[in-house]
């Protein structure tokens, strides 16, 4: 299995400011022959599923805000919400598919200071 | 608009079988793979299985010898029976479809039912 691990495990961030969350494969998740990054990215809230944001590591997913973006490649990635928002609290999972089982990392804890 | 909507019975005692299932209005059934996710109460998430249309499955070598996943396409619905429970298996169970287009197929997942909290205690 591919094991994904996410820093920090819970981050505080003023309302309008940046938040940025890491998130790192033990091994790529760079599919050669296209040239796409196999990795996802959810926000959770309290009692719901959670959401889809961001596939491919960068591409959001319809209807998702722009503030949401997703960058890296290989084995690092960072999910960058440009200007927090009250409702953007939540709990942040990246998770890859490239291979079989997806896996997901523990989860980033995001509140505001 | 594809939704999921999935039920089952919630408390289980230890040795027992969960039983869930999910239905999917909305959208294509046949042409899609359909997962089961579990979320124990306050950690991550962990992916059980698959199926499609056809039966197919695929599931988490971690849960395989206990984990089976059935589909009827006449109903647009799957199930999840997982037998032989223990503590360790008191979770949000979440049903969720995994993205195809074009025959091409990748399991991010969107978008989930609304979630079973199953208990197991005795």
């Known amino acids: 299995d591919i094991v994904m691990t996410q820093s920090p495990d819970s981050l505080a961030v003023s309302l309008g400011e940046r938040a940025t969350i890491n998130c790192k494969s033990r091994?790529?998740?760079?599919?050669?022959?296209?040239?796409?990054?196999?990795l996802a990215w959810y926000q959770q809230k309290p009692g719901q599923p959670p959401k889809l944001l961001i596939y491919w590591a960068s591409t959001r997913e319809s209807g998702v805000p722009d503030r949401f973006s997703g960058s890296g490649s290989g084995t690092d990635f960072t999910l960058t919400i440009s200007s927090l928002q009250a409702e953007d609290v939540a709990v942040y999972y990246c998770q890859q598919y490239y291979s079989t089982p997806p896996t997901f990392g523990q989860g980033t804890r995001l509140e505001t200071k | 608009q594809v939704q999921l909507q999935q039920w089952g019975a919630g408390l289980l005692k230890p040795s027992e079988t969960l039983s869930l299932n999910c239905a999917v209005y909305?959208?294509?059934?046949?042409?899609?793979?359909w997962s089961w996710i579990r979320q124990p109460p306050g950690k991550g998430l962990e992916w059980i299985g698959e199926?499609?249309?056809?039966?197919?499955?695929t599931y988490n070598p971690s849960l395989k010898s206990r984990v089976t996943i059935s589909v009827d396409t006449s109903k647009n619905q799957y199930s999840l029976r997982l037998s032989s429970v223990t503590a360790a298996d008191t979770a949000v169970y979440y049903c969720?479809?995994?993205?195809?287009?074009?025959?091409?197929?990748?399991?991010?997942?969107?978008?989930w039912g609304q979630g079973t909290l199953v208990t197991v205690s005795s």
């Open positions: 909305g959208g294509s059934f046949s042409g899609h793979y």
């Open positions: 969720a479809r995994g993205y195809c287009s074009g025959g091409s197929c990748h399991n991010w997942f969107d978008p």
């Open positions: 199926i499609n249309h056809s039966g197919s499955t």
């Open positions: 091994q790529s998740v760079l599919y050669s022959s296209n040239n796409k990054n196999y």
